[in-house]
T-cell receptor
C-alpha cells in the first residue's frame, strides 16, 4: 500500500492557461474523490467517482473544471482558462465502499494524497 | 445544510499541559472523523467515531462524541512538540464521501 499519490506537487501557471492534475488512488479502493483546500480553511468536496462513473459533483465545480477516471483507476482533474481564484491545494482521496469485513472497510475513512498546490499568477 | 464549527481556531500550548479542542455540528450524523494535517502535507486520519458516547484514544490524543449535544471533543494530554499540527473534524453530508470539514484548529506546542 503506497498510499494516494498526486502529480505534480506544485504547479504555477498564468491566468487563462489550462492545467491538468493526476491522482493515483490506493489500488484496492474503488471510490475516488477530489477536494479543494484554500489557506486557513478545511477541504471542500468537488467531485466523486465510483469506479469509472462520476456520481456526484459539487456546485463548486464550475464548467471550467472537468474530472475523469477512464479505467476506474487513476483520475485527472483539468481546469480550463484558470483564474486567480483557482489558486488552492487540490487534494485527491480514495476509500473502500462502506460495508464488508474489517474495521477500515466499515468505517471507510478517506485516505488523502499530498495534494497539488496550484498558483495562478 | 450541515455546518461544522471548531474552536479554538488557534491554540498555543506549553509542553506538558492539557487542552481540549471542540467540534460542534448542526445536524444529525452517523459518524465523525478527526484528521491531522502537518504544514504542506496531506490529511492523516486519526479517529472515526460512530456512536453516541464513543471514545477513542491514541497516545496523547483522546476523541469523544456526544450525538445528542452534536459535539465532539479532541483532548490533548501532556502535549509534546510533535503534536503541533492543524486538526480538523469532519462529518459526512448527503453521502459518505462528501465530508464537511471544520476550519481546523492550528495547534502549536512550545517547550
Amino acid at each position: 500500500d503506497t498510499g494516494v499519490s498526486q502529480d505534480p506537487r506544485h504547479k504555477i501557471t498564468k491566468r487563462g492557461q489550462n492545467v491538468t492534475f493526476r491522482c493515483d488512488p490506493i489500488s484496492e479502493h474503488n471510490r475516488l474523490y477530489w477536494y479543494r483546500q484554500t489557506l486557513g480553511q478545511g477541504p471542500e468536496f468537488l467531485t466523486y467517482f465510483q469506479n469509472e462513473a462520476q456520481l456526484e459533483k459539487s456546485r463548486l465545480l464550475s464548467d471550467r473544471f472537468s474530472a475523469e477516471r477512464p479505467k476506474g483507476s487513476f483520475s485527472t482533474l483539468e481546469i480550463q482558462r484558470t483564474e486567480q481564484g483557482d489558486s488552492a491545494m487540490y487534494l485527491c482521496a480514495s476509500s473502500h465502499p462502506p460495508g464488508g469485513q474489517g474495521q477500515d472497510r466499515y468505517n471507510s475513512p478517506l485516505h488523502f494524497g499530498n495534494g497539488t498546490r496550484l498558483t495562478v499568477t | 445544510e450541515l455546518k461544522v464549527e471548531q474552536n479554538p481556531l488557534f491554540l498555543s500550548m506549553q509542553e506538558g499541559k492539557n487542552y481540549t479542542i471542540y467540534c460542534n455540528y448542526s445536524t444529525t450524523s452517523d459518524r465523525l472523523y478527526w484528521y491531522r494535517q502537518d504544514p504542506g502535507k496531506s490529511l492523516e486520519s486519526l479517529f472515526v467515531l460512530l456512536s453516541n458516547g464513543a471514545v477513542k484514544q491514541e497516545g496523547r490524543l483522546m476523541a469523544s462524541l456526544d450525538t445528542k449535544a452534536r459535539l465532539s471533543t479532541l483532548h490533548i494530554t501532556a502535549a509534546v512538540h510533535d503534536l503541533s499540527a492543524t486538526y480538523f473534524c469532519a462529518l459526512p453530508w448527503w453521502f459518505a464521501g462528501n465530508l464537511i470539514f471544520g476550519k481546523g484548529t492550528k495547534l502549536s506546542v512550545k517547550p
